[in-house]
């Protein structure tokens, strides 16, 4: 059993909790994920690890609440149980030896990008933040992100709060005032990461992109997170979730991601069992 230490509600759509897992805590890198289950029997999903606390044993997730589990997830209370919380999981990103990064997050990815942005401030690197939200309400790990970072650039879609505009909008204005990178990371939407790496294919600048939001399984048996990644099949599971995004093919991942959406959102429709009666 692996306790909640800490629940917060960051908006009206996304969680945070810190979950006990000491020997987690100690191993996770940026980049890496979390498979977790809330109950006997219950679904199993991944979830990127948002930070660390080695010396109190914590590891800080983030989610959005989207499904069945994510919503059984959120209904808990600090001090209760989940009953697997599995890993460190996946290929960490390679933060060495870049010099000037911009990290860009959109959505839910902005809780994926806090990790890469404090990882690359430890290493050294000159770091941009460009978050996207749609509104000023979902805004979230502001003052975070401005810790951490050396330029930070907040946008959204309705222009209530910051740029107006989406992220893709916002770094073209940066590289158009003659910003310079080395290394660019897109974290969130498909259409977004493919945006951002339409941006940076002329001139080309290297661009990794975190290809989470397909995963299901988390070990690469069940081929949901399947990808074309420089005419080669990878699993963005135990191949990522990170990938060169100029090397992958956003057509088909986009085409694939619809896949399972109506069965999504039967699964959050409350069951009547006719044998017992029972409700799940």
């Known amino acids: 059993m692996f306790q909640i230490k800490e629940k917060q509600k960051l908006n009206s759509e996304m969680m ?34 948002a930070d660390t606390d080695p010396e109190k044993g914590l590891v800080t997730i983030i989610f959005q609440i989207v499904g069945k589990t994510t919503d059984q997830l959120s209904r808990m209370e600090a001090g209760e149980n989940i009953v697997d919380f599995v890993g ?18 959109g959505g839910l990815g902005v809780a994926i990008a806090y990790p890469l942005v404090k990882g690359l401030h430890n290493e050294g690197t000159e770091v941009d933040v460009i978050t996207g939200f749609r509104n000023k309400d979902l805004i979230i790990l502001e003052k975070e992100f401005k810790k951490a970072a050396d330029g930070y650039y907040l ?27 080395d290394t660019v990371f897109a974290v969130g939407p498909l259409l977004m990461m493919k945006a951002i790496c339409d941006l940076t294919d002329r001139p080309r600048i290297r661009t990794i992109v975190s290809m989470n939001s397909i995963m299901l399984d988390g070990t690469g048996m069940c081929g949901a997170c399947r990808l074309t990644v420089n005419g080669e099949t990878k699993f963005a599971c135990v191949d990522g979730p990170d990938f060169e995004g100029h090397e992958v ?18 699964s959050l429709k409350r069951h009547r069992c006719r044998l017992t009666g029972g409700v799940r």
Do not use: M, W
Not at 253 to 258: F, P, V
């Open 88 to 105: 460190p999981l996946g290929v960490p990103s390679a933060l060495e030896n870049i010099k000037k990064a911009c990290v860009i997050g």
């Open 249 to 266: 093919d956003f057509d088909e991942a986009l085409s694939r991601s619809t896949f399972y959406r109506e069965e999504e959102r039967l």
């Open 155 to 181: 946008c959204t879609d309705d222009g209530s709060r910051g740029y107006h505009g989406f992220v893709s909008d916002q770094f073209r204005e940066l590289l158009k005032n003659g910003k310079q990178y």
């Open 16 to 49: 945070l909790f810190r979950i006990d897992a000491p020997l987690i805590a100690k191993k996770a890198k940026p980049g890496q994920f979390i498979i977790l289950r809330v109950t006997e029997g219950g679904e199993r999903i991944p979830l990127t690890v």
